[in-house]
């Protein structure tokens, strides 16, 4: 199962880095490779060519003092510079595949588990900077902490 952690903003100008980024989390023990985000319009088709940025990782245990006294472990993805290209009404939809390397045709990759974000508003002019919740501010000041996962900081 994979859980939305860090929202995207819910209003973004169109072609400026969404911020908060978007952090995805699963157990450690879930059985996929990688995590990717497709741009969904209200009408569930995939826009391929309007989402930019990283648009897949893999994930990795955050190795901090707070993951290691509660025994936690939770892998996280980080989406640290995604931007939407045109203005419109969107979601993310969030899927995490496994490679499978005994596929008839090469290796191929399949669907774990898939979710969505809250909706996105992007707009041809500027917005302002949405303010992470404190739960998520305290995950995003832990991810940049333990470095690795590119958690960019505040435009503001």
């Given at each position: ?24 989390s699963s157990d450690s023990g879930d ?36 993951s290691s006294r509660s025994g936690d ?84």
């Amino acid at each position: 199962m994979v859980t939305v952690e860090v929202q995207p903003p819910a209003q973004v100008q169109a072609g400026a880095v969404m911020y908060p980024p978007l952090v995805i989390s699963s157990d450690s023990g879930d059985a996929y490779d990688f995590v990717q985000v497709a741009l969904v319009d209200p009408y569930g088709r995939v826009l391929d060519d309007q989402l930019h940025g990283t648009l897949s990782t893999s994930g990795r245990a955050l190795n901090d003092r707070a993951s290691s006294r509660s025994g936690d472990s939770t892998v996280y993805s980080v989406f640290p510079d995604l931007a939407v290209s045109h203005a419109g009404a969107y979601t993310l939809r969030v899927n995490a595949l496994r490679m499978d390397y005994n596929s008839a045709d090469g290796a191929g990759a399949f669907l774990t588990a898939s979710t969505f974000t809250a909706q996105i508003m992007v707009y041809e002019q500027s917005v302002a900077t949405e303010i992470p919740s404190p739960d998520e501010q305290a995950l995003l000041r832990r991810l940049r902490r333990s470095g690795g996962f590119g958690v960019p900081r505040s435009p503001r």
